[in-house]
């Protein structure tokens, strides 16, 4: 027996950082002790760049020789150590981005288990291959401590059978064809939280704009999805920092037949090359479109914001109106700008901005004369997994 406090560490894998979290056990609640970010990974050429981000009243911040998820997971787990040798870990949650039709609720890693979420790993190829080298990394350090994978397309699973289908022959849905969305653990916390800041309204015809590197909507009603803009991958939906969005699928072939691609060059174009960055030539951030005066930046911005309303206005006619829009993640949180032109364009669904209260982040930022309330709401995927992870490991 031990008298250290138990706790579980959260891990967020993405290309080139791992975010983590550790929360402290407290019945059957986790609390959130610490949180950072180690990125810059995978770059051979400028090892030493890796940045090691501890968030908090007191932020540190130092540069690290390291270039893969297996470095940063020791890194991770030494600082835990040495900062906090009264804790004791007792489990570890990974964010998993794809959960196929196999899995629609969050479960303990072992080894079938993992060698199924490997036949998912081309449905999301931006995500999948780190988010399994996470699991591997710890495992190898830390075979004694329980891992579980908490899915971003479980939220999604409630959607009525027509939003999950294609319209394609039974048999390739059979074969997992189908309408997953993503972004879920989000929308799950957004959920969670919605009647703190809506009240009654937390369950009445609700859209969700999570808008970032990786950007969707999620319609939902009674605080489920009942249609979202992502769709078999997470290639679908509104335009991204670096992938399209709705694409007409004859592009594709016509990618390999007429411009002679292979199905490799088209996975690394519509991933990697794609969106923002691809229509601007110059970045698929947000903050560098913004501040950048050439016409390309702001012909993608104007790209964005028109497909996110059109988003909105679909949304609203998928569940029979829209009475709260929130925003959230890294444009939705902390760009006004993003969020003032998008309400503009969608004035016409009776949505008004109040632009003191949205230039100052309130959480409410909609006008006394709007019809539908406009929240911003930070997300925090790691806290849902926090909270799956605990009710999973204290069933054993």
């Known amino acids: 027996m031990t008298d250290k406090q138990q706790a579980v560490i959260i ?39 890796a940045k090691f981000s501890v968030y908090g009243n007191n932020t540190r911040t130092q540069l690290l020789a390291l270039t893969t998820h297996e470095q940063a997971i020791t890194c991770i787990l030494e600082r835990v150590e040495k900062d906090y040798p009264q804790l004791q870990l007792a489990g ?4 998993v981005v794809h959960g196929g039709r196999k899995f629609s609720t969050p479960v303990i890693i072992n080894t079938r288990i993992r060698q199924q979420l490997q036949d998912y790993s081309h449905l999301a190829p931006l995500h999948m291959p780190h988010n399994l080298a996470a699991i591997d990394a710890l495992q190898q350090q830390r075979p004694e401590l329980q891992q579980v994978a908490c899915f971003d ?24 064809v189908q309408h997953y969305g993503f972004h879920g653990l989000s929308y799950e916390y957004i959920a969670s939280v919605l009647p703190e800041y809506a009240g009654s309204s937390a369950d009445a015809k609700v859209i969700v704009a999570h808008l970032g590197h990786g950007a969707s909507l999620c319609a939902m009603v009674q605080r489920k999805s009942v249609a979202t803009t992502m769709g078999f991958t997470p290639l679908d939906g509104i335009p991204m920092a670096t992938r399209p969005g709705t694409l007409d699928p004859g592009v594709i072939s016509w990618f390999i037949r007429e411009a002679g691609l292979s199905i490799e060059q088209v996975d690394e174009l519509l991933n990697q090359q794609c969106g923002l960055y691809g229509l601007s030539g110059i970045s698929g951030d947000m903050r560098k479109l913004l501040a950048d005066k050439h ?37 939705g949180e902390n760009s006004a700008l993003i969020r003032e ?6 004035t016409w669904l009776g949505i008004q901005i109040d632009t003191d209260a949205n230039n100052n982040n309130h959480r409410k930022i909609s006008s006394a004369s709007s019809n539908v309330t406009i929240l911003r ?16 490991i204290t069933q054993l």
């Open 11 to 49: 891990f967020n894998a993405g290309s080139s950082s791992l975010k983590f979290g550790l929360y402290a056990i407290h019945g059957n609640k986790p609390a959130c002790i610490t949180q950072g970010e180690i990125e810059n990974l995978g770059n051979e050429s400028s090892a030493r760049q």
């Open 92 to 95: 570890a949650g990974h964010r």
């Open 153 to 176: 397309t479980a939220f999604h699973r409630t959607m009525p059978e027509y939003e999950q289908h294609y319209a394609l022959p039974p048999v390739w849905f059979e074969r997992g």
């Open 295 to 331: 016409t390309e930046a702001s012909r993608a911005i104007d790209y964005f914001v028109h497909h996110t309303q059109r988003a909105i206005a679909s949304l609203a006619a998928a569940i029979g109106g829209i009475d709260v829009l929130v925003f959230t993640a890294g444009i």
């Open 341 to 346: 032109r998008i309400c503009r364009q969608a």
């Open 377 to 392: 709401i930070p997300t925090n995927e790691e806290m849902i997994i926090a909270k799956h992870t605990l009710q999973l």
